[in-house]
């Protein structure tokens, strides 16, 4: 796993991430046995998500994280794709959503892993999968997280 750009601050510094990161997936089944499963974190501001988000997804917006899955199979194992975290967006929203900026990049980074993994939330049924997902995710490896009531962003 491999981590880039702005330096994080809280409790969650890049051995945590990475730890927290890969029990995420193997709460998903990710690695399957015998597999490695690689992926690369980026930790940016809004202006760089932004530049990245008008370039693959013609919204020339800032927004909290974006996944690029990619499924690349070779002898060393399976790369997931990439995941892009605003922690300027991160630290700003947080508040909103009732958590700090620690907990909520926990979040915005589980959200960011499901989609790398396959779950989407464009339709309802698939929406509730993928909230009741992070929900798991965040209750078994945020201890005394703030989601025993259920997330609160889409």
Do not use: C
């Not at 959200?111 to 779950?119: A, D, K, P, R, T």
Request: proline share 6%; glycine share 10%.
């Amino acid at each position: 796993m491999h981590l880039q750009g702005a330096a994080v601050s809280g409790g969650l510094q890049p051995p945590g991430i990475k730890r927290f990161a890969r029990d995420v997936l193997r709460g998903e089944g990710i690695p399957a046995r015998g597999t490695a499963a690689a992926l690369t974190i980026v930790f940016t501001d809004d202006v760089g998500i932004r530049a990245l988000n008008a370039r693959f997804r013609d919204r020339d917006r800032a927004t909290d994280v974006l996944s690029f899955p990619l499924h690349e199979d070779d002898e060393a194992g399976v790369y997931l794709g990439d995941v892009v975290i605003s922690l300027e967006r991160a630290e700003n929203q947080a508040p909103r959503f009732g958590n700090d900026p620690e907990a909520e990049l926990a979040r915005l980074l589980v959200h960011g892993l499901l989609h790398l993994i396959g779950y989407d939330h464009h339709n309802p049924v698939d929406g509730r999968r993928m909230k009741a997902a992070e929900r798991r995710a965040l209750l078994e490896f945020v201890p005394g997280s703030l989601w025993d009531a259920g997330p609160r962003h889409a």
